[in-house]
């Protein structure tokens, strides 16, 4: 039963990520705004609902493993996995302003919550936690991060990609049934992987920081996977560190806010991963051809997640 579920999510999830990418993209080009503008919001924040779905319940059955290892581990997932799988299918080229503003404001976004969560001054707090004064500087930081992007939606689009234009209501039915798709393919994929998992006897850290993580993460691999193969390579990107931003600022300040979580530092092996991740993704934009994840880059980065759940393997 639960193999069946998560063979279905992926099949609703290849659909959905489908009607996305041909949304977003038509979008796009009809009201002449930057694909990496609609990746970073549309997309970005569609693809993000199961995190939050997960999360939302994590917090209110104060299950903390699991609030910080779904966004921890869904992020390692996405720059790792996902854009290793996606470089594989077509080198992605990447503009400018993702180089120098998004994969540094991802950076020191990660870098933040490393810093909020290990800080214990406040005696009121026993322990690392992620407080409700936490999550309002997270959510204050996500404001800043929408403004900038309001400030750059009206840049026009340079892209010479011949894509296919519907019109504004048929873009916005085939974003908002994608994503419904999405959300759904992403339910039936967790409850098969979590059913199997356990099945298996595995730790709840562990299923968070994987099963889960990778599971709330399909919609990003199913969208920015066929964004690639379509060579939307800013959708593809744009997408994976859009949704970074958002889990870490949106859904783990609407965590903190709805219920303090404690922090297992535990975390901070993963946190640390995370961060190096952030920072390799950065360096091979200047590596081989400048600005562009080259296909040896994204298998070196595929190899660098099997490692990682090699590790998470031998702690369990």
């Known amino acids: 039963m639960f193999a069946i579920s998560l063979i279905l999510g992926l099949i609703i999830l290849v659909f959905g990520a489908e009607l996305l990418v041909r949304g977003a993209a038509s979008l796009a080009k009809r009201l002449a705004i930057a694909e990496i503008v609609i990746g970073l919001t549309v997309v970005a924040f569609g693809t ?3 995190e939050m779905v997960v999360n939302i319940f994590a917090s209110i059955e104060n299950r903390n493993d699991i609030v910080f ?3 921890i581990g869904s992020n390692i997932f996405n720059i790792l996995f996902i854009l290793g799988i996606s470089g594989l299918i077509y080198p992605l080229a990447v503009q400018k302003s993702t180089v120098w503003k998004e994969i540094p404001f991802s950076f020191l976004v990660t ?5 909020l969560v290990n800080d ?5 707090l026993p322990g690392c936690m992620l407080s409700m004064n936490d999550g309002l500087v997270l959510l204050l ?3 800043i991060f929408i403004t900038y992007l309001f400030g750059i939606a009206k840049v026009e689009s340079q892209d010479q990609y011949q894509v296919k234009v519907y019109s504004v209501a048929v873009s916005m039915l085939l974003v908002i049934g994608g994503l419904g798709i999405l959300f759904a393919g992403g339910k039936l994929c967790v409850v098969g992987a979590v059913g ?4 298996f006897g595995l730790s ?4 968070a920081s994987t099963i889960i993580a990778a599971g709330t993460s399909l919609p990003e691999l199913a969208t920015s996977s066929v964004a690639a193969y ?9 997408n994976i560190v859009g949704s970074n931003i958002f889990n870490i600022l949106l859904i783990l300040g609407v965590s903190a806010v709805i219920h303090p979580a404690r922090y297992n530092p535990a975390f901070n092996v993963d946190l640390s991963v995370l961060i190096v991740a952030t920072v390799i993704l950065y360096l091979v934009m200047f590596t081989g051809k400048k600005h562009r994840l080259d296909r040896w880059e994204a298998g070196l980065m595929l190899l660098g997640y099997g490692s990682y759940v090699m590790y998470l393997l031998y702690l369990r």
């Open 111 to 115: 870098l933040a919550l490393l810093l």
């Open 69 to 71: 290892g779904n966004i």
């Open 141 to 143: 930081l996500f404001a």
């Open 230 to 238: 379509r060579r939307r390579c800013d959708i593809a990107v744009g």
């Open 48 to 50: 993000s609902t199961p």
């Open 120 to 124: 214990s001054a406040n005696n009121s």
């Open 196 to 199: 199997l998992a356990q099945n």
């Open 204 to 207: 709840e850290k562990f299923i």
